[in-house]
């Protein structure tokens, strides 16, 4: 199926990689967003370095591919010069929970405009193996041969306490939820955070089969119901036990953008009084 | 004529306050004012100074000798040995001798109003220009003015200074000079983390952030003001960010990133005494090699290094004009002296430079983010335009599309160093060097040494002053004729090691061997400067 959104850019991810699951259902996103009257050109992709990096090389709309780690600073500063834009970031878990979890509170605390798919494979794939902070005690990585001594944290958790006004989990397994609810994210006026859970099939095929029995959706959940959003959120320590799916949390909070009165600086025919400026200093 | 008051006391006595007063009731006057500022690194307590010199000659620095002295922690005596004899030492002593009003004395903050009354009060220099500036910096003056009155009245004749009369004096620092610079550039975004003595251009900005229509924010960390001001500035945004050597060494992944990806952004960096964390509310010019390097691979960059609140407009200007007609990284080099001293013109003017975001009016459905060109230079466009905009990261072909291609690296490569040409040529007409004085012998140097060089010349016939203000692209050239021509040379540097020699054996080949260092964290005064040049001769 061929897309506006298509680059002529040769697919680099391994042969079967559901990162491309998820590219699908993103153009097939935006192709609606689109149709619905969304000006296209109005699109930016940001990528953090990863796998999940290699969005900005295979989506046909501008992009910005930034730092590792960097990308959700990099998108909020995008928002800083022209809020009419829409902006959706990609990271890895590396690049979200490890490098940049730092910016992640804090955009979760601000409440920029912008949507951040978080590809949580819980490996530093491109860098061909190795723990991150969402990867189980025990996992036998290439830096951890006798297998990892520490337990994960929960991302979400702390998204959920810093505020964050949007906090959803997919899998590229379901595609259709998937969509629907990347959709509700980009629509979501404020910062939303999406992790995108789903097996590598190159370190952790094993992940392929427990997706499959572990996940459930979550239909029906209070989504603007702060302990609930808690409850389910910690229902799944990214360790043991059932996984859930959906939207955990939503509520409507002004965006940074509104309150700091952000403008279209590049519109904003400035008209610079040099004495007015110089008056200053007598 | 040529004055010093020096005016000390704790931290939150409010000497900084006074002695700005000062100044400006100075400056108001017609005499041209300097104040330096010492303090240390806390909130309370401590025993913090200023520098008052005045004359009614230009003066560009501070001098160690002070006729009289306003002291608020009884503790002029530790600056004896810096007093002209007879100075007048006004402080609790001095009170109880004159039988001042206790309650006055006694009252935080007016004892210093009723200090400066008297000072001025000496002078014979009018009332009005003192409760001009009071009203001018002061909400409430009611009090304060009371208490200046009060010891105005108490002031016997000392020495009549006479009212000049100028066309007008400016009164600022090198923070209000960037900051002014940044503004009349056409600045939209700000981002900044508090770090002395960069701190002052945030504050400066949030101030006039309302009337100015530009957007200041404080965000978590240098590496998030940074990497969202490339985003700002790919946005469309004219940006800039501020800090100091700590928070710039956290920046530096993000100043790669705007040599590769070619996004245009200004970088203040205003220097204090390192290494580390060093002492931060002193100054140094120890970042010049970090500013000149800083950053993993190869890119073009702009540093330029103000050496006065006049040139910090300057340079400013300069600094947008080039980040964004050539898309790379330009840095200003200030520091604690230059940032934070109070200095004075007759006139200030702001460069005709004009603003411009160098971005193409309407870019074709052709556009590449990265045209190979012959000077470099690809034309910018900003999302939201009638095409795709991109940037990378990651070395990128011209649409700006991933690329590990031999071919295509070598050339974006060489396009991204071709600037560097242009760039060069561009920089000759803003005097990427500057000459003060006459002689056949040279003094070299840059940056905010510029004051007490230039109050150093008279005393020293036969020497000229060479300062250096573009560190990238270097004046080559300039330099190293200069250098030829020179019988001597003497290279003045505030840091341990003399970076600008080091940047010039590199850029000519020339080694300086006669140095004047200073490292303890102030700066150099004229008088010190003289002697140690003397002592070379
Ligand atoms: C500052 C910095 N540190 C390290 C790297 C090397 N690096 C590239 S990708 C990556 C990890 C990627 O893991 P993740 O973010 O989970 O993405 P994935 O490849 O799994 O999609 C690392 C450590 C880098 N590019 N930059
Ligand atoms: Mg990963």
């Known amino acids: 199926m061929s897309s506006d959104f298509d680059t002529s850019q040769v697919n680099t991810w391994c042969p079967g990689c559901l990162n491309n699951v998820v590219l699908r259902s993103v153009k097939k996103t935006l192709t609606a967003l689109a149709e619905s009257g969304v000006n296209k050109r ?26 590792h780690g960097r990308a959700l600073p990099t998108a909020f500063g995008i928002k800083m010069a022209n809020p009419e834009l829409k902006v959706l970031a990609f990271l890895g878990d590396g690049g979200a929970y490890a490098e940049g979890l730092n910016h992640l509170v804090h955009l979760a605390r601000l409440n920029p405009d912008l949507t951040a798919l978080v590809l949580n494979n819980r490996i530093f794939a491109l860098t061909i193996g190795q723990v991150t902070p969402v990867t189980e005690k025990g996992y036998r990585g290439s830096t951890t041969p006798e297998g990892s001594v520490d337990s994960p944290y929960n991302p979400l958790s702390v998204a959920l306490s810093a505020q964050a006004s949007f906090i959803a989990r997919v899998s590229p ?41 572990k996940c459930y959706s979550v239909a029906g959940h209070q989504e603007g119901d702060y302990l609930k959003a808690r409850e389910v959120i910690e229902s799944w320590n990214y360790e043991n036990g059932r996984i859930p799916l959906g939207i955990f949390y939503r509520v409507n909070r002004p965006t940074w953008e509104e309150r700091h009165q952000v403008r279209n600086w590049f519109r904003l025919k400035r008209r610079i009084d040099k004495s007015a400026l110089k008056k200053e200093w007598r | 004529m040529r004055k010093s008051v020096l005016i000390c006391g704790q931290a939150g006595q409010g000497i900084n306050f006074t002695a700005t007063l000062l100044g400006r009731v100075l400056s108001s006057a017609g005499y041209y004012v300097f104040i330096y500022r010492d303090y240390g690194s806390l909130i309370r307590g401590g025993h913090n100074f200023n520098i008052v010199t005045f004359s009614d000659s230009p003066v560009h620095s501070h001098d160690n000798k002070f006729e009289a002295v306003i002291d608020l922690d009884q503790k002029a005596a530790q600056h004896r040995s810096n007093l002209v004899k007879g100075a007048l030492v006004l402080n609790k002593e001095k009170a109880s001798q004159e039988n001042w009003p206790e309650d006055i004395l006694e009252s935080k903050y007016q004892v210093n109003n009723f200090l400066l009354g008297f000072l001025v009060g000496g002078w014979g220099l009018p009332r009005k220009l003192l409760i001009q500036s009071t009203k001018r910096e002061l909400k409430e003056w009611t009090q ?40 009349a550039s056409g600045l939209d975004v700000y981002l900044s983390y508090p770090m002395t003595p960069a701190t002052g251009v945030l504050v400066e900005l949030a101030r006039q952030a309302k009337t100015r229509k530009i957007l200041v924010a404080q965000l978590e960390d240098e590496v998030s003001v940074i990497n969202s001001a490339l985003g700002a500035s790919y946005g469309g945004a004219m940006t800039m960010v501020g800090t100091s050597g700590g928070g710039f060494a956290l920046m530096t992944e993000a100043i790669s990133l705007a040599g590769m990806a070619e996004i245009p952004l200004v970088i203040y960096l205003s220097q204090r005494t390192g290494p580390s964390t060093g002492v931060p509310t002193y100054t140094a010019q120890g970042d010049l090699t970090f500013a000149r390097f800083a ?15 006049q040139e910090a407009i300057d340079r400013t200007m300069e600094a947008f004009y080039l980040a964004y007609r050539y898309r790379l990284p330009a840095i200003i080099l200030s520091d604690k002296h230059l940032s934070e001293s109070y200095y004075t013109f007759d006139n200030l003017s702001y460069p005709r430079i004009r603003p411009d975001r160098f971005v193409v009016n309407r870019p074709g459905r052709d556009y590449q983010s990265y045209a190979l060109t012959a000077n470099g230079i690809s034309p910018r466009a900003v999302p939201g335009q009638a ?34 040409k242009a760039l060069g040529q561009m920089v000759q007409k803003w005097q990427p060097v500057r000459s003060w004085g006459r002689g056949r012998n040279l003094i070299i140097g840059w940056g905010s ?10 005393e020293l ?11 990238a692209p270097f004046p080559r050239d ?20 003399g970076l600008l020699g080091q940047l010039i054996a590199m850029e000519t080949g020339h080694l300086i061997k006669d140095k004047i260092l200073k490292f303890d964290g102030r700066p150099f005064a004229a008088d010190e400067l003289v002697d140690r040049i003397k002592k070379i001769s």
């Not at chain 2, 016939?461 to 560190?471: K, T």
Request: glycine share 8%; aromatic share 10%; proline share 4%.
């Open chain 2, 387 to 420: 095409t795709w905009v991109r940037a990378n990261s990651y070395e990128h072909d011209q649409l700006g599309f991933t690329t590990e291609e031999a071919s295509m690296i070598q050339k974006m490569n060489e396009k991204r160093l071709r600037k560097e």
């Open chain 1, 173 to 213: 397994l379901d595609p259709a939820s998937m969509e629907a609810v990347i959709t509700k994210a980009i629509n979501h006026k404020g910062f939303s955070l999406v992790e995108v859970i789903q097996p590598c099939i190159t370190f952790r095929l094993s992940d392929l089969q427990r997706l499959k029995e």
């Open chain 2, 478 to 497: 300039e330099v190293q004729q200069a250098i030829k021509r020179a019988e001597k040379v003497i290279l003045v540097e505030n840091n341990a090691t």
């Open chain 2, 144 to 183: 304060a003015v009371k208490a200046m009155n009060w010891g105005y009245e108490q002031a016997s004749p000392r020495e009549e200074l006479p009212v000049r009369s100028v066309a007008g004096h400016y009164f600022l620092t090198g923070t209000n000079g960037v900051s002014s610079g940044a503004i």
């Open chain 2, 449 to 458: 040494t510029q004051g007490a060089i230039r109050d150093s010349l008279s």
């Open chain 2, 295 to 309: 950053g993993h691979g190869e890119f073009p960059r702009v540093v330029v290094a103000p050496g006065n609140p």
């Open chain 1, 42 to 67: 109005n699109l930016v992709a940001v990528a953090d370095i990863g796998c999940a990096g290699k969005f900005y090389d295979y989506l046909n709309v501008n992009g910005f591919y930034a730092l």
């Open chain 2, 461 to 471: 016939p036969g020497y000229r002053f060479l300062q250096v203000s573009y560190l």
